[in-house]
């Protein structure tokens, strides 16, 4: 076994997991997923969170050969979601002098986890306290809601690290190679997209620090580019579109719905749209679908009406949206029905109860399948979105 130093005193202790089948019972992970943690080695030794209980031997492996027979004095826990708190009561036991660094929020939710008596061993901080390591010094700044309410992260001021907890997170286990933004963007919609105005105060309190590296509890340490990284958080966390461009995302039965879909997709394109995507919400990714939609600025929702309503995926789709306070962008409908359409008047009221969504017209009204009478209606539509 070899350490990972991100520094001489900070060592990485974390585990990857490609075994797991979807991440928080819900999101594929084609290369895995890391728990991070990290062990801080000085007068003092601090470990920083623990892992997912599925990893739990595997991390206690790493977190003894890295102490190298010294013992813990603190455990620093930054979050209570089970992928980082899951280890801290069998940690707690094996180390009976090692105190417990957290909030007030932190504890509560340890007990409610744990049956675990930390009265003599918690060390309780908030906003702006400091622990003194020997050269390290911990400064503890609160998070909440970046992702849970007990959120906080830690800075280490002598060697300009920030430890930011499932801020700057990626899918993907360490040793996988592909694109950061890609996967750290279906992350951040999907486990943070909902909490944007907290993750703004945490890039102003950021932005007060000088940082050197930032310590994630998932996914790669950023060593180098930071503002690049911080941008992006910036954009993603206002709101903001990254990019210019539309999104069609297409909910079929037996293919019509599609059919015009993707014609209306090629329609876009010839019309001079700065980039189209396509998402199949019957059978691609959701959570893709979901970081798609937050991309880009426009999108073109088409579906077919169903038991006299809205198709499921569609339905199932616009819920996801809502539920990550999508906002600030232009949608155009497309329906499709055979005997009632009813699919646009549903998606509309979805759309537009959303925060400053604009939903444009003409609605695009099939009957069963794509005809030649379809496409004025679709011309217009292409006409108020490019
Ligand atoms: Fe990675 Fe919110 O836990």
Redesign the pocket.
Known sequence: MSDTYISEKIVYIGVDDRDIDLFESQYVVPEGVS?NSYLILDDKVAVMDTVDARKLDLWFENLKHALDGRTPDYLVVS?M?P??GAGVKRLVEAYPDMKVVGNAKTFAMIGQFFDLDLAERAVTVKEGDALSLGAHTLNFYMAPMV??PE?MVTYESSEKVLFS??GF?KFGALDAEEDWACEARRYYFN?VGKYGPQVQALLKKAAALEIAAICP??GPILKENLEYYIEKYNIWSSYEPENQGILVAYASIHGHTREAALKLAKMLEEAGAEKVAVTDLTRDDMAEAVEDAFRYDRMVLAACTYDGGLFPPMEDFLHHLRAKSYQKRTIGLMENGSWAPQAAKQMRALAEAMKDVKVVEPVVSIKSALKEVNIPQMEALVKALV
């Open positions: 728990y979050h979601e992928d980082h992702h849970w959120v907890a499932d997170g486990i509890l998932h």
